[in-house]
């Protein structure tokens, strides 16, 4: 069983709507979650942290549930420029990497 | 400024000719890590390092080998490439605390024929 895994997708969702999706991680002992962003195949880059509090950044809001193990992410009043790959990562030791949920927002 | 730098970003080979990807770090970073991305398997760990001399196989260590004589540099060693090895592949690094950014490099695009 992978570590981390998440809906493949594709969500695609019109421009304004709301878009949300979840990740599972395996791994009890992680200590900390994140989601990054990748854009066509170029380098993953922090999206945000998440915490068990859950937290927001603009648009975007993350959850983290340790009880069930799963994070989520939820993106509100999609723009065409968020189009992308949206990576999970579990960190215990070592960085364990969903493949990934692709969203593409379309006009 | 901060980087991971990866090189070379392009390279097509041929099957048995050993290669390097290079991987360095400017931040000091103790942990490093390799990973490759093909389509619909997302990014799966190679190797890794938790320090100097520390390494560690990850997911898909097979065909490949790694080292790590100095903080900044990881680099891997592809020793008799073949086919399967074609993939897009990833250096990150991080401190070890976990609550900390990786940072990644740009990406090797690697082909072998």
């Known amino acids: 069983r992978k570590e981390v895994e998440q809906d493949p997708g594709p969500f695609n969702v019109p421009e304004g709507a709301t878009v949300a999706f979840n990740c599972t991680y395996s791994?009890?002992?992680?200590?900390?979650f994140f989601w990054y962003r990748q854009d066509c195949r170029k380098e993953p880059k922090l999206l945000m942290s998440?915490?068990?509090s859950g937290n927001e950044d603009g648009r975007f809001t993350a959850q983290l549930n340790r009880a069930s193990q799963y994070i989520s992410l939820l993106i509100r009043d999609s723009k065409l420029s968020d189009s992308a790959t949206y990576l999970c990562v579990a960190h215990d030791y070592k960085l364990s990497f969903g493949a990934g949920t692709t969203v593409t927002v379309r006009a | 400024e901060a980087q991971v730098t990866q090189n070379p970003r392009y390279l097509i080979t041929v099957t048995g000719k050993k290669l390097t990807v290079t991987c360095s770090q400017n931040m000091n970073h103790e942990y490093m890590s390799w990973y490759r991305q093909d389509p619909g398997l997302g990014l799966r760990q190679i190797y890794y390092?938790?320090?100097?001399?520390?390494?560690d196989k990850g997911d898909v260590p097979e065909g490949y080998k790694v080292s790590r004589k100095e903080k900044r540099n990881f680099p891997l060693i592809l020793e008799s490439p073949s086919p399967n090895q074609t993939s897009l592949y990833f250096c990150?690094?991080?401190?070890?605390?976990?609550?900390?950014?990786?940072?990644f490099g740009q990406g090797t695009r690697l082909t072998v024929v």
């Open positions: 390092s938790m320090n100097v001399e520390v390494t």
């Open positions: 791994n009890s002992a992680s200590q900390s």
């Open positions: 990150a690094s991080s401190n070890r605390e976990v609550a900390t950014e990786a940072f």
């Open positions: 998440v915490y068990s």
